[in-house]
């Protein structure tokens, strides 16, 4: 089967060394394979992302030497512009009585938590879950706007990672019933990128570490709606030297710093000795990797890059 693989960076800030080692993995992923790549921009959220954003993310990208065969700024591959879709979905779920509305506030949410699952994200206790009609109706006349969970199943799933292995998760204990639709009408991640994944015919998702705790949902979601989920490849996590994650924040690593310093075989090359696909760094074009390239070389544990 062809290999189909994407990248799908969110334009809400600069690219920074994480999201770059992502993209860069993700096209050798496919590359590799002789299979197809999809630039899809992951805009959902009005208040953090733009169109100029979005150009600058493309820029970037094409600065590094990576290229794609679909996608970028087509309005078909801006989430912000694939609302049918996801409504579409959204329907389906409602209609098999997996989805119901939520009228907790942020703070009555996190109340309402289980203890953190040990991935950092908060559990959903399931309270709304559990309304009757009437109070549904107080909720509503009181001018409450719900969002909108889909109910998940009390039984282990697992992915089978090509490069973390197994990685099982308990959705109801792990996760708990999760946002499909914000209150203010926004698609969630969760939601939109399994339609996405699924109808683009994706088959290998690349992405940092981060996310795979994302990813039994997903797949779950993805079979729910009757779609054969993707292959998922995570990838270790850029730290600094503290080990704190690499972030949006860290504005000495974003791409507007790491452009001023860096040709662009260089970062190429820094890149792939990060990712262990070099002995040490030295300047090289993306396609000079694809015939060494294997995920066993790829480290598991987090990369500490301190200040390179
Ligand atoms: N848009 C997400 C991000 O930039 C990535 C989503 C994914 O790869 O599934 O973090
Ligand atoms: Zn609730």
Redesign the pocket.
Same mark, same amino acid.
Request: glycine share 0%.
């Given at each position: 089967m062809e290999v189909v693989g994407r990248f799908a960076p969110s334009p809400s800030g600069r690219m920074h060394l994480g999201n770059l080692l992502s993209a860069l993995l993700a096209w050798l992923d496919a590359r590799s394979a002789g299979g197809r790549l999809i630039l899809r921009v992951e805009d959902l959220d009005p208040d953090r992302c733009d169109q100029n954003k979005a150009a600058q993310l493309v820029d970037d990208l094409r600065w590094l030497g990576l290229d794609w065969d679909e996608g970028e700024l087509e309005p078909d591959y801006c989430q912000s512009r694939r609302g049918r879709y996801y409504e579409a979905a959204f329907q389906k779920l409602r209609e098999m009585g997996l989805v119901y509305p %939520?009228? %907790?506030t942020r703070a009555?949410?996190l109340a309402?938590s289980a203890p953190h699952s040990g991935e950092g994200e908060p559990v959903?206790s399931g *309270? %709304?879950a559990r309304l009757t009609a009437e109070e549904r109706l107080a909720f509503e006349r009181a001018g409450r706007r719900p969002a909108w *969970?889909v109910r998940v199943p009390d039984e282990n799933l697992s992915v089978d990672d090509g490069h973390f292995g197994l990685y099982t998760q308990n959705l109801k204990r792990d996760c708990g019933d999760f946002i499909v639709r914000r209150s203010d009408g926004v698609w969630a991640y969760q939601l939109a990128v399994t339609v996405d994944d699924a109808l683009m015919g994706v088959t290998h998702v690349v992405r940092g570490r981060d996310l795979l705790p994302s990813a039994p949902r997903q797949a779950w979601l993805c079979r729910t709606l009757g779609f054969e989920p993707p292959e998922y490849f995570h990838l270790p996590l850029l730290t600094d030297k503290a080990g704190r994650r690499l972030s949006k924040r860290d504005r000495d690593l974003d791409m507007g710093a790491l452009r001023a310093r860096y040709a662009p075989g260089e970062l190429t090359g820094l890149l792939a000795w990060y990712a262990g696909l070099l002995p040490e760094p030295k300047s090289v074009e993306p396609k000079d990797l694809v015939p060494g390239f294997s995920w066993a070389k790829v480290p598991k544990n987090d990369i500490a890059v301190g200040c390179p």
């Open positions: %939520c009228y %907790c009555e949410r309402a959903y *309270r %709304c *969970r």
